[in-house]
């Protein structure tokens, strides 16, 4: 009961204080793949320590941790002694529900959110594939069409489409420019990124943690492409790219599910790209790395702790040493 609260506790800290620090913090814009990892790492440790503090109530946590390999194996004994306790069987089935809980929901909503993607992206592709123009030395699709604009749809069989009108508008050193923003969210399969986020923000949208970090990664994951845009050009360029393939109001050029070089937010975007680039130190990286894997791991010491200090009483007898009694 002790170690489920104390997984409750760490949970709701997270949930409640850890985000509105991340939000504000003024490294976040100068490190945006540590961000996009914080918030992800922030979203899955609340997750999973909400389905431990349940599998805590259900299953006699010192045999949970005993050994990995035992984890479903929990012994009958000590979960006979749980459930004979005055509410035992409560609190076991309330923990059932949560974990069953939360593991149905993620399952489902991801699920669902990846068939629709997926379906959504290959139709797309059918309809480039018509009525778009191969450019294989650039390796882009061109299409016909008044509205400068450059999108990627991610996937196994990605495409990079410019429009008639983005080449028109940008000069070959900004095509190099959005290009190379748009390959790293190819590469770097922001795709997946925010995929997992827009489904977790769904699946709980109830709490304010999950919508706020599909948010923000949607946000970052566009920093993080000018960077590495910014790295093969250099930054002014980028900026004036960004101008130059904004959307009209009323845009009908633009499916859902791509990623594209301009678009919501592109003028604070064109403001951090003008003063030089400021990047955080190797310290202040590895500090932040450290910080992620401290939030991840906390779950786990929180059940190892009470777990290493139980290793040594038999709560859980053998059967051979049962049968002797
Ligand atoms: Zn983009």
Not at 219 to 243: C, G, I, K, P, S
Request: glycine fraction near 8%; charged fraction near 15%; proline fraction near 5%.
């Amino acid at each position: 009961m002790i170690i489920a609260l104390a997984l409750v506790g760490y949970s709701l800290l997270l949930a409640t204080v850890i985000p509105p620090l991340l939000f504000s913090a003024r490294w976040v814009d100068r490190a945006p793949r540590l961000a996009i990892m914080s918030w992800h790492a922030l979203t899955a440790t609340v997750l999973a320590t909400a389905i431990m503090a349940g599998l805590s109530l259900t299953i006699p946590t010192p045999h949970v941790s005993r050994h990995l390999a035992e984890f479903f194996q929990a012994c009958a004994m000590s979960i006979r002694l749980q459930y004979a306790s005055p509410g035992g069987w409560i609190f076991g089935l309330l923990g059932g529900l949560l974990a069953v809980g939360v593991i149905g929901r993620v399952t489902w909503f991801l699920t669902v959110a990846s068939v629709n993607l997926i379906r959504e992206r290959a139709r797309h592709r059918r309809i480039l594939d018509i009525v778009g123009r191969k450019d294989v030395e650039r390796g882009i699709v061109i299409l016909d069409c008044d509205e400068s604009t450059v999108y990627c749809v991610p996937g196994r069989r990605s495409r990079t489409v410019v429009t008639t009108a983005a080449l028109g508008a940008l000069n070959d050193y900004q095509l190099k420019a959005v290009l190379a923003h748009e390959n790293a969210h190819l590469t770097e399969r922001h795709d997946l990124a925010l995929a997992l986020s827009n489904g977790l923000a769904k699946a709980f949208s109830g709490l304010t943690l999950f919508p706020t970090a599909a948010a923000e990664i949607v946000r970052l994951v566009e920093l993080r492409a000018d960077d590495v845009a910014a790295a093969q050009t250099d930054r002014l360029t980028v900026a004036d790219a960004l101008l130059a393939v904004l959307p009209n109001s009323g845009s009908q050029a633009r499916p859902a599910m791509a990623l594209f070089a301009g678009g919501n937010g592109t003028a604070i975007r064109v403001r951090r790209l003008i003063p030089p680039s400021n990047p955080l130190s190797r310290i202040q990286s590895t500090a932040g790395v450290l910080g992620v894997a401290i939030i991840l791991s906390m779950p786990l010491l929180i059940l190892g702790g009470p777990a290493a200090a139980a290793i040594q009483q038999d709560l859980c007898p053998s059967t051979s040493t049962a049968a002797a009694h």
